[in-house]
């Protein structure tokens, strides 16, 4: 896993994709290993409904910390997987990167679920009906 995914806001997130890999492989493969990519070679712009509801559930449930992906900053793979180049995170304001620059600090659990929701609604309808099912598993957790 690349340093910048271990040192950024978003390694919390990246930790709980990758610590459902090995249990919920299917649930994941959207998602390219490490979530975090410079690019380049082997990789297009692009992004994937699926993948951007993996993290934003991942994020709200595991982590408290939410990834608003960058226009731009998106990528997928040659196996279709995204990567992230550079994404905005929502945190609560207890959280210990809230004001670091490109965090975006919510009051309460509830704002930041407004973040979520409307996060999903900037991708597609569609999202927040895969949101409803990826949230209805045994998978996550809310705490």
């Known amino acids: 896993m690349a340093l910048l995914a271990l040192t950024s806001p978003l390694a919390p997130v ?19 290993p ?3 990519t410079g690019g380049g070679e082997g990789w297009r ?46 945190v609560l304001c207890d959280d210990p990167v809230a004001g670091a620059p490109g965090v975006v600090v919510a009051a309460s659990k509830d704002e930041l679920l407004r973040i979520v929701l409307e996060q999903a609604d900037e991708v597609g309808p569609e999202l927040r009906a895969a949101m409803r099912e990826l949230t209805k598993g045994r998978l996550v957790r809310t705490g």
């Open 34 to 36: 490490g979530v975090i």
């Open 14 to 32: 990246v930790a709980a994709v990758e610590g459902l890999r090995p249990l919920r492989p299917d649930l994941v493969r959207c998602v390219a």
């Open 45 to 90: 712009p692009g992004t994937d409904r699926c993948a951007v509801a993996v993290l934003l559930v991942v994020g709200w449930t595991r982590a408290r910390r939410v990834p608003l992906p960058v226009p731009g900053e998106t990528f997928l793979n040659r196996a279709g997987q995204l990567g992230l180049r550079r994404a905005r995170v929502a």
